[in-house]
Antibody, heavy 117, light 107 residues
Framework: EVQLVESGGGLVQPGRSLKLSCAASGFTFSNYGMAWVRQAPTKGLEWVATISYDGSSTYYRDSVKGRFTISRDNAKSTLYLQMDSLRSEDTATYYCARQGYSGLDYWGQGVMVTVSS | DIQMTQSPSFLSASVGERVTLSCKAS??????LDWYQQKLGEAPKLLIYNTNNLHTGIPSRFSGSGSGTDYTLTISSLQPEDVATYFC?????????FGGGTKLELK
């Protein structure tokens, strides 16, 4: 069974940093691209960043480019999102998702990030 | 970025009714269109990918169609467990963009 479990969320002040993790199991992690998608409270979904199966390629939406870094450790089957210079508009539930041929086919349960002073 | 517009925003329907949800892209997305179901307090769940392919374990009452800029999700016979918000996602170009969602309720 595919499982994705996010951790590392919490309350952080504007301008500070936070690092999210996503532990994967139930599939060969190194065979799949991975993504982070966020959802602000009572809002829609926003694809934040994506990384190729081997980590050689990364993509970011413009609003987080230069502030967020997506990475992965295939030996640990873990995906990361380093978030620096956080802003209030980054407040959201962050989901990690597996990216296969059929798109974002499995998602974690999400982790809440609140940016507030 | 490609803009995705879903309609209607809210839909109320009866059990057993045929339901159609729409998603329109601001440009041709070459059928790289997926549909997700999100129940209250849960993560989104993939229903259909690449316009008309049913994801593993999804009931056959769900189906998708479309091309170019216009896409449709159909539930052939609405069930109580289908109450949720439905999102479309285009993956034709980066960044992938989601529609604003259709909230489906029981009448």
């Amino acid at each position: 069974e595919v499982q994705l479990v996010e951790s590392g969320g919490g309350l952080v002040q504007p301008g500070r940093s936070l690092k999210l993790s996503c532990a994967a199991s139930g599939f060969t992690f190194s065979n799949y691209g991975m993504a982070w998608v966020r959802q602000a409270p009572t809002k829609g979904l926003e694809w934040v960043a994506t990384i190729s199966y081997d980590g050689s390629s990364t993509y970011y939406r413009d609003s987080v480019k230069g502030r967020f870094t997506i990475s992965r450790d295939n030996a640990k089957s873990t995906l990361y999102l380093q978030m620096d210079s956080l802003r209030s508009e980054d407040t959201a539930t962050y989901y990690c998702a597996r990216q296969g041929y059929s798109g974002l086919d499995y998602w974690g349960q999400g982790v809440m990030v609140t940016v507030s002073s | 970025d490609i803009q995705m517009t879903q309609s209607p925003s809210f839909l109320s329907a009866s059990v057993g009714e045929r339901v159609t949800l729409s998603c329109k892209a601001s440009q041709n997305i070459n059928k790289y269109l997926d549909w997700y179901q999100q129940k209250l307090g849960e993560a989104p769940k993939l229903l259909i990918y690449n316009t008309n392919n049913l994801h593993t374990g999804i009931p056959s009452r769900f189906s998708g169609s479309g091309s170019g800029t216009d896409y449709t999700l159909t539930i052939s016979s609405l069930q109580p467990e289908d109450v949720a918000t439905y999102f479309c996602l285009q993956r034709n170009s980066w960044p992938g963009t989601f529609g604003g969602g259709t909230k489906l309720e029981l009448k």
